[in-house]
């Protein structure tokens, strides 16, 4: 599947149009450095196809282009932090 992150940030939201619905990841801001992954979403015959993983890399890519720290308050954000601890360099707590 070919999927394309879009990022609007007046919708503070990373979304993925699907032919099934769209796949957002919902942040908030809640200083000018940082950036709370809030809630991933991704319609039900979508999952498991790595859209989730797409929204979130996306994010995580932004915040690191933009010098930004990342709260990931979104359990799967969590998740895949876990799984990719290269990734890791941009939480505001490099410890969670």
Known sequence: ???????????????AHLDVGDGVLLYNRPDGRTIDLEHTEVPTAARGQGVADLLTKAAIDYARANKLRVIPSCPFVRKWLARHPEERDVLADPTG
Do not use: A, G, L, Y
């Open 1 to 15: 599947m070919s999927v394309t992150v879009i990022h609007e940030p007046e919708r503070h939201r990373f979304i």
